[in-house]
């Protein structure tokens, strides 16, 4: 009997909740996030977090999206896979979120792509790896410059610099990986040649195998392709070892922690970074120099750390996806419709142009190359 | 020839690593048969430790290291009071997965108070490395180096020549016995869990400059170094040194002269191979003495 009266209870009840639930995700867009805000990847997550954040409360601030609030759902991935698939379970279905920014990391990004696409959820990812967006699925989008263009950027200064043999390390996991596809893939077209290809373990602690190896066979640079920490060990391996031919490291270091980790190493090494790491540097005539400006100050005003390329990842995702839901009423086929057609956004990143061919929308001026001396950086 | 020989020292510098950490593995099967997988887990509270001590407080280098050791072996008496001695149950098994456990336990509470950020550490002397051959010799490899064959040394000196030593090799030999001649075979128990987490401690003292240190840097390392154990034959103190150097010189002459992409599969189908030509491991010929 009093089993009966509990069901009875319940029913009633959410009877009564459930259409005022309704009402309110009316008013509000729910939106996902998913970053690796702690772990080894933190230093990609943390920022983003933040800056998603902020992004949200300045725009809920100047009233919100056609009269709509966002809210904000985050969760932590951890920089783990496994981690980020259930966030983004509890994202579609828990928290019934209209579109998902994030994650931080390409092996976290592939891992939730499948699930947003099955439920039909914009994804924007803010990751590099090119193979979130080849092929092109209609729901995912991603922020990052892909590896692609970060390659190009390089192999243009190269050229430039009269670089015709390589050695190339790259850490092996997908972002590695990736990075070698494209390495390879592009080395030709560039007139270079690639002399020698090696790994090393995301949490190896010694490569000076792998260097010699390189330095034996004699190239004109070394390109060493990895996130924090690994390519601090190998910068550091290879200022022990005495090579004196030139280290590019790919843009996945482009924070002050790469620094820092690797110290006086860190010196003399070149790499493609996105211009917010440089912005004080840039020519005035630089669209994306007063929106980095903007950026930078709302970020450093409210957060104690300074302003990285990743946060900019975020920025970019969350002010494109506000693009997109305006006149959207929520409707996510909208969204991601009105996502594809977006045009001329200037970014922190760079200017986004995204067609159904192009769910990156970017182009390889998105980089600019710099050189660290003295422990800071420089433009090349 | 310039190669093979900076492969040979970037071997011996790893394998050095894997020996202290196998010395300390296989120091504490011998006397308690006891294989402890947190054992890694002391590795990373050594260099997280010095982390703390040398670089954050600024203590000098010789107080700083005396310091991690300190926190390695009290440590490593905890978890044996704590975590060991009040199983009610003590059989083999049950105290491994309470080693396993520990290790969790210990990673979980390096992430808390550390932070889930790697650090970097400088090295102990000027940064300069030495060349031999066209090879360079990174001065903390001498550090790491030598601080494997002191403890070694240390150790085989310790059971070999003091009373305590031989007692703690009796208990190894027969622990009912060795009772029944007075000596207090638990207490030999307790001090071989102090030294062995200690040499865990050293392990990650000496290798936080030469890499990244973080919570979670310990478990491939305890698991190289009871490859390295295993291989010289656990409870063989020579063994497991020489297991550990052989292992890092397989690695590095595996990712030098085939291809580091197979770097530790190279180096494991060697292991498997010794294992089956010789079960024991290289230096347990005699499955009685273990000393």
Known sequence: ?????????????????????????????????IFSVTGRASFLGDPEKKTMEMMVEQINAAGGIDGHMLEAVIYDSEGDPAKAVSAVNKLIHKDKVIAIIGPS??????????????????LISCAAGIKITTPVDPWVFKTAQSDLLAVAAVYQQMKAAGIKKIGILTVSNAYGESGKKQLLGQAEKFGIQVILNESFGAKDTDTTTQLAKIKAAGPDA?????????????????????IDIPLYQSHGVGSPKFIELAGDAA????????????????DDSDPQKKVLQD??????????????GFGGYAYDAVNLLAGALKGSSGDKQKIRDNLEATKGYVGATGEFNFTPQDHNGLSPDAFVMVKIKNGTWTLL | MQEIVQYLFSGITTGAVYAVIAVGLSMLYSSTELINFAHGEFVMIGALAM????VRIGLPLPVAMAGAVAAGCLLGLMFERFAIRTARNPEPITLIIITVGASIFLKGVAMIIWGKDPFSMPAFSSHESIEIFGAALLPQSIWIVTAALVLAGGIH?????????????ACAVNKKAAWLSGIPSEKMGILAFGISAGCGAVAGIFIAPITMSSYDMGTLLGIKGFCAA????????????AGGLLLGILESMGAGLISSGLKDAIAFVLLLLILYIRPGGLFAAKEAKRF
């Not at chain 1, 909740?17 to 867009?29: D, T």
């Not at chain 1, 390109?223 to 005495?242: D, E, F, H, M, R």
């Not at chain 1, 070149?270 to 840039?282: E, N, R």
């Open chain 1, 1 to 33: 009997m009093k089993q009966k009266h509990l069901v009875l209870a319940m029913l009633v009840t959410s009877l009564l909740i459930l259409p005022v639930s309704g009402a309110m995700a009316a008013n509000v867009y729910k939106i996902g996030g």
């Open chain 2, 230 to 241: 295993m291989i010289g034959g656990l409870g063989s103190l020579w063994g497991a040194f």
């Open chain 1, 267 to 282: 010196n003399g090494n070149i790499l493609p970074t996105g211009k917010i790491l440089v912005t004080s540097l840039l």
């Open chain 1, 222 to 242: 070394i390109i060493c392709w990895g996130t924090n920490p690994g390519p601090a060990v190998v910068a550091k391996n290879a200022k022990q070892l005495k």
């Open chain 1, 295 to 308: 950026y930078q100050n709302a970020y450093e005003n409210k957060f104690s750390g300074n302003v990285s």
């Open chain 2, 157 to 169: 000196l310790f059971l070999k020549q003091t009373l305590t030593g031989k007692a703690m090799v």
């Open chain 1, 105 to 122: 990391t390409t092996p976290t990004t592939l891992a939730v792509v499948n699930f947003t696409k099955r439920a039909n959820v914009p």
């Open chain 2, 51 to 54: 982390v703390t001590l040398w």
